[in-house]
């Protein structure tokens, strides 16, 4: 533990250092997908020697990385409401993008309008059930937050530079794995009725499984595979060393053992094959292969496992048996219902969060294209898979030009995927940022080199 701490400090430290101060915006030809035309290039960067620009910019890059850092950090939050500390970050970085005109209104060049048109069909759908259903106020909420997660976040991080992005992405993994150390440390000392209230209802559960600082087992879950495919990305690009990267991997590997999340377990698992996969041979010498001898070394030597991981992930493994795979029962059940109601809201549904009403059970279906195709209808469903389609297309096109870059995208985009078949709604800023990021990192690549495949 001792090695660990100062090695995250360490890391955390330099991310601010030697980043250089963005200049106004030129037209550029290299855009990141086939087709793209002319489009403003937010990234571009100068040296400007004025001291009182430079300081703005480094305070600048500076709430943008601990924006990024505290994203998975959702305890941080004000009361029990949906705002954190992260969000508040990025409202602030936005808003002086924005004065200064450089806040990128078409982050993905020609494709914005499509990606605006489907995220209207989203939310007119649900404001459409609401409207019915006499719940205007659930929408306006909920709908601010989708703006929020899939418009601003998307204009904020492809206005920033690849330098940052970077810098960026390395914080949001090093938040990850602090988050799993102060988690697991937590839990030798204190219990569920410990933190129930002075900390997160879920930093603990009453059967030992972590939320850690997301405040909730399963998100951390989320933010175990995010992290973990961010982290194999950034050491197959020699962005960090063997030794952090080592640091990291453990700590993230045992926090997201000690959530017992079946979902984040499936989740990291894909994540890790994809990238491994999609990378060629890089990714299975330096990723695949130590990572399987590690595994079997501990298997083999009777290491032990968290007691909640063997009892709620470990028994669906051996046997294959799903039905011991924590809640996957009641969360079948809820699926059916939402199913067999589908069809009577294909055209005006229940309204944003109006389906715990309709529901039997009281409570929404995990499951975020079952919900959004009862509470939005059509209209909303098919905006949801234009947008995921939009981002399938772009890291495909980003994979065949820059393998890393396109296989991390595709893998935390299957990350968002596979939650949002186990979720409900994903308006939390902590869904979209991983794929934003990688989104622009893609986006950065292709500016940089479009026409140089690895």
Not at 139 to 157: E, K, T
């Amino acid at each position: 533990m001792r090695q660990v701490l100062p090695e995250l400090a360490f890391a955390f430290a330099i991310g601010a250092r030697h980043i250089p101060v963005m200049a106004r915006p030129i037209t550029s030809e290299n855009n990141a997908l086939p087709g793209h035309g002319r489009a403003l290039d937010y990234r571009a960067t100068a040296h400007v020697g004025d001291g009182s620009a430079y300081r703005s910019q480094r305070l600048f890059d500076a709430i943008i990385i601990c924006a990024v850092f505290l994203s998975t950090w959702r305890v941080l939050r004000w009361g029990w409401t949906n705002v954190t500390v992260s969000d508040i970050g990025l409202v602030v970085a936005g808003s002086f993008l924005l004065m200064r005109g450089r806040l990128n209104v078409r982050p993905l060049g020609e494709l914005s309008s499509v990606w605006y048109l489907a995220f209207a069909a989203m939310i007119g759908g649900l404001l459409l059930g609401s409207l019915a259903n006499g719940e205007p106020v659930r929408w306006l909420i909920g709908s601010a937050q989708y703006f929020l997660a899939l418009v601003f976040v998307p204009m904020l991080f492809m206005s920033l530079d690849r330098h940052l992005l970077v810098q960026s992405m390395k914080a949001f993994v090093l938040g990850v794995a602090l988050s799993q150390i102060i988690g697991i440390v937590a839990a030798q000392f204190f219990d569920f009725h410990d933190t129930y209230w002075t900390i997160d209802h879920g930093f603990i559960t009453p059967n030992g499984r972590i939320g850690a600082m997301s405040g909730e087992p399963n998100l951390n879950g989320a933010t175990c595979a995010f992290g973990f495919a961010m982290l194999a990305y950034l050491y197959l690009s020699r962005l960090i060393t063997v030794r952090f990267a080592a640091l990291c991997g453990v700590a993230i590997g045992w926090g997201l053992l000690m959530s017992a999340s079946f979902t984040g377990f499936s989740a990291t698992m894909f994540a890790l094959v994809v990238i491994v996969t999609l990378s060629g041979l890089r990714g299975t010498a330096r990723i695949g292969l130590p990572v399987l001898v590690a595994v079997a070394c501990y298997v083999l030597l009777g290491g032990p496992l968290p007691e909640a991981f063997a009892q709620r992930v470990g028994g669906a493994i051996t046997t294959g048996n799903l039905s011991m795979a924590g809640t996957y029962v009641e969360r079948s059940q809820l699926i059916r219902e939402a199913w067999a109601m589908a069809d009577s809201h294909l055209l005006v549904g229940v309204g944003l969060d109006g389906y715990r009403d309709v529901s039997s059970y009281g409570i929404p279906v995990h499951n975020l294209f079952l919900l959004l195709t009862n509470e939005g209808g059509l209209l909303s469903i098919g905006g949801l898979l234009a947008m995921l389609g939009i981002l399938l297309a772009w890291f495909i096109g980003t994979y065949r030009r820059h393998r890393l870059e396109g296989s991390v995208g595709l893998a935390v985009l299957g990350v968002f995927i596979i939650y949002a078949m186990a979720i409900p709604h994903m308006y939390t800023r902590v869904w979209t940022i991983p794929v934003m990021l990688c989104a622009a990192l893609a986006l950065q690549s292709m500016r940089l080199a479009p026409h140089a495949p690895e």
